[in-house]
Structures are given as structure tokens and as C-alpha cells.
């Protein structure tokens, strides 16, 4: 079984709805289709200093797959996944490569809170305005086809061992989203085994259909445990 502190699904987002709770109070949850996941990789302490497993989701035509990524899942017995991340373990597992993960192990081990890993949405590039919330130019006389620009970005004065350089960090246009995230300690409503979905109270990164993450709460079974 997969260690209790750190057990992880992979799946793909549905898209948000609402569920009534027990008081008749509206509650916005969205849904995860998470698995059947396959294990393709079984890594132990003895063999790759550090115990883990490695997941797939979905599978893909071998068609639209690279060899390498065939051959991998062919040792374990299956098709090749469209969606493959490695979660590494707290403890050794008795999970060994073409075992099949559902949402079943969320509701074994009494999972209530979980952390959803995804990709945002991405904007492309973008000004400082958009991508930064910068108020603009004024909107003045004298302000002319310069109402979005960013303005003066500093004095290229010499920096201790950076040289005559704008500074790094520095929020200026460009690429905005399609990035990784994390949103944690979101509550697990309900577990739909039938139709392998998660029910996950609040909103999660990623458009609909994007690949997600989902894994036990860390920081939430941290405090549970000190209280």
C-alpha cells in the first residue's frame, strides 16, 4: 500500500459545480476524474536511494507515443500513459509495476484534506498592466501612445557582481500563466468510486481538462498531528 503521508493520484480536471451540505448551505467543489492510475515504476531505498512509485494516467496510441516511453510501459504489462509523474513515499510499498491505483485508496486511508498540483491557464505574453496589475500612464496631454508602457525601469547603476544590468526579478512584459502551482489544505467532500471522481471543496489550477496532482495534505497532517 501506498504510504499513508504522501498518497497521490493523478487525474484530470471536470470542471466546478455545487453541492449542499447538511444545513442546505451552497458549496463551490470541483471535480477531479483521478485514475485508475497504473504503477509503470517501483523505486526502492536499495536500488535508487529513495523509496518511490511512478504513476500513469490515460492511456495513449502507441502512434502518438516515442519508444522509449513504450518499451518503459511494457515492462509493466500496459499501454503507454499520456500523463506520467513520479511521488515519492515515506515508506517502501507492496505495489509492484501493473497494479492498478483508484480513488479508493483516498477513502482506505480516511484522506480528508488534499493538495492539488497543476499547470494555471496560460495568457501567452502579456503587458505589465495585465501580467502585473500596473496602473499605466496618465491618461493626460502629454501622454502620448504610452498609456500602458511600464515607464522607467531604473538606472542601469552598477550592481554588486551583476554588472550594468536591469535587476533580476525586475516585473516587466512577458510570458504570463501556463505555469506550475499548488493549492493546498482544499477539503475532500466526497469520493464517487463508481465514476472514479474526487469531489474537492474550493477552486483547483489548470483550465478544464488540464492534468492534475492530487496528494494527501502535508502541512494539514502536520498541525493534525501537533493538536
Given at each position: 500500500m501506498l504510504s499513508p503521508m504522501i498518497a497521490a493520484m493523478l487525474g484530470r480536471k471536470i470542471g466546478m459545480t455545487r453541492v449542499f451540505d447538511a444545513s442546505g448551505v451552497s458549496v463551490p467543489v470541483t471535480l477531479v476524474e483521478a485514475g485508475p492510475c497504473t504503477v509503470l515504476q517501483v523505486k526502492t531505498k536499495e536500488r535508487d536511494r529513495y523509496d518511490a512509485v511512478q504513476l500513469g494516467f490515460e492511456d495513449c496510441k502507441p502512434s502518438r507515443s516515442k519508444l522509449p516511453a513504450i518499451g518503459h510501459a511494457r515492462a509493466a504489462k500496459t499501454a503507454p500513459k499520456r500523463f506520467v509523474r513520479e511521488v515519492r513515499l515515506g515508506t517502501p510499498t507492496e505495489k509492484q509495476p501493473g497494479d492498478v491505483v483508484t480513488v479508493e485508496l483516498f477513502e482506505e486511508l480516511g484522506v480528508k484534506y488534499v493538495d492539488v498540483i497543476g499547470t494555471t491557464r496560460g495568457f501567452g505574453t502579456q503587458g505589465v498592466m495585465k501580467r502585473h496589475g500596473f496602473?499605466?500612464?496618465?491618461?493626460?496631454?502629454?501622454?502620448?501612445?504610452?498609456?500602458?508602457?511600464?515607464?522607467?525601469?531604473?538606472?542601469?547603476?552598477?550592481?554588486?557582481?551583476?554588472?550594468?544590468?536591469?535587476?533580476?526579478?525586475?516585473?516587466?512584459?512577458?510570458?504570463?500563466?501556463?505555469?506550475?502551482?499548488?493549492?493546498?489544505?482544499?477539503?475532500?467532500?466526497?469520493?464517487?468510486?463508481?465514476?472514479?471522481?474526487?469531489?474537492?471543496?474550493?477552486?483547483?489550477?489548470?483550465?478544464?481538462?488540464?492534468?492534475?496532482?492530487?496528494?494527501?495534505?502535508?502541512?494539514?497532517?502536520?498541525?493534525?498531528?501537533?493538536?
Open positions: 496602473s499605466g500612464q496618465p491618461a493626460s496631454h502629454g501622454t502620448e501612445r504610452k498609456h500602458r508602457s511600464p515607464g522607467s525601469i531604473g538606472a542601469m547603476a552598477g550592481d554588486r557582481g551583476r554588472g550594468r544590468s536591469v535587476k533580476k526579478g525586475k516585473k516587466m512584459a512577458g510570458r504570463m500563466g501556463a505555469a506550475r502551482c499548488t493549492t493546498r489544505n482544499l477539503e475532500l467532500t466526497s469520493i464517487d468510486k463508481d465514476k472514479n471522481l474526487l469531489v474537492i471543496k474550493g477552486a483547483i489550477p489548470g483550465p478544464r481538462g488540464g492534468y492534475v496532482i492530487v496528494r494527501t495534505s502535508k502541512t494539514r497532517t502536520a498541525k493534525a498531528k501537533k493538536d
